[in-house]
């Protein structure tokens, strides 16, 4: 079946930037999807990428994604304290059901 | 104010003993759908429902039942609840379900022990 990885924890100060890496095994998957928790919270959308793009920026975050290796990334320039989050990667063909990743824990300190 | 809700936020509750956490949504949404959240395994979909009366298994359907015989409502059922369906669970809730164009909006979480 489909499969998600993320490295579980990323530390970075505030006003570095931050990549969180995904790798995904499902090569039919159509979208992929970035999301965020803040703690106590349900997940929010980030932003997403279509599996014929390469790159999306939105503001401070950057999605790359190598379709050839299955490896997406999301960039975060000037890293905030309120950044910090898990940060889930999800893929699917754009409807009704997705795959997430285990979660990055992103922790920015002052 | 837009919103998904979940009750109860937390229980705990014996083995076998059925419960039911209740999801609403308030925006006449077609899609919702229910995920578990666990440490190291991140979030896994349950059930999920296209609409009124249709509901499809997710990645880990076992030990629980849905319902949707309303639009608003997506309860989840735990008929005999084992202590490795302890957990924190989201309901969550789409316009049509198409994710790449719509929000998916999660309720507050339902923190669940099983002892």
């Known amino acids: 079946g489909e499969d998600v990885e993320q490295s579980l924890f990323l530390s970075v100060r505030e006003g570095d930037s931050s990549v969180i890496n995904c790798t995904y095994t499902d090569s039919s998957s159509t979208y992929l999807y970035w999301y965020k928790q803040e703690p106590g919270a349900g997940l929010q959308l980030l932003t997403y990428i279509f599996s014929n793009m390469d790159m999306k920026q939105d503001q401070r975050l950057t999605v790359l994604l190598n379709k050839k290796d299955k490896h997406l990334s999301l960039r975060i320039a000037d890293t905030q304290t309120g950044d910090s989050a898990i940060y889930f990667c999800a893929e699917g063909e754009g409807y009704s059901t997705l795959t997430f990743g285990k979660g990055t824990m992103l922790l920015v300190s002052p | 104010e837009a919103q998904v809700t979940q009750n109860p936020r937390y229980l705990i509750t014996v083995t076998g003993k059925k419960l039911t956490v209740t999801c609403s949504q308030n925006m006449n949404h077609e899609y919702m759908s229910w995920y578990r959240q666990d440490p190291g395994l991140g979030l896994r979909q349950i059930y999920y429902s296209m609409n009124v009366e249709v509901t499809d298994k997710g990645d880990v359907p076992e030990g629980y039942k849905v319902s949707r015989k309303e639009k608003r409502n997506f309860p989840l059922i735990l008929e005999s609840p084992s202590p490795n369906q302890t957990s924190l669970y989201f309901c969550?809730?789409?316009?049509?379900?198409?994710?790449?164009?719509?929000?998916?909006?999660f309720g507050p979480g339902t923190r669940l022990l099983v002892l």
């Open positions: 969550a809730s789409s316009l049509s379900g198409t994710f790449f164009r719509e929000t998916q909006y």
